[in-house]
C-alpha cells in the first residue's frame, strides 16, 4: 500500500506523550523543557550538549517530570512553569520527589 509510512511504534506525533521537565543545574539554577523522552534529554544535557543553559553550569539533577497529552499541552505547561518564581519550582520539585519516593 502506497503512502505516509507509519512512525516506528505505530504511534504519531500528536499521540505521543510529551513531557515537561526541570533539570537542577551544578549552580543550584533549574532548568525547564520539553521532551518525548525527557531521561534521554537529560542524558544530552549531561554531556553538554543542547540547551546552552548548561554550558556556564552542568546539568546535576533530573529533579521533575510531568505528563502531558500531547506537544502543545507541554509547551503551554513550560511556558506556565518558567514564569513561575524560583520558590514555586522549588515546590514543585519538592512535591514530585515526595511522590516517587513513596
Not at 503512502?3 to 505521543?16: F, L
Not at 542524558?43 to 546535576?60: D, E, I, L, Y
Amino acid at each position: 500500500m502506497e503512502g505516509k509510512a507509519e512512525p516506528q511504534g505505530g504511534t504519531t506525533a500528536q499521540a505521543r506523550t510529551w513531557y515537561v521537565y526541570l533539570v537542577r543545574a551544578q549552580n543550584g539554577a533549574l532548568y525547564c523543557g520539553v521532551s518525548d523522552d525527557p531521561v534521554r534529554r537529560f542524558a544530552v544535557h549531561r554531556r553538554g550538549k543542547g540547551a546552552r543553559f548548561f554550558h556556564s553550569s552542568p546539568a546535576q539533577a533530573l529533579v521533575y517530570v510531568e505528563a502531558c497529552r500531547d506537544k502543545s499541552a507541554a509547551l503551554s505547561r513550560e511556558w506556565t512553569i518558567k514564569r513561575l518564581s524560583k520558590a514555586a519550582k522549588e515546590r514543585l520539585v519538592a512535591e514530585w520527589l515526595g511522590v516517587i519516593s513513596q
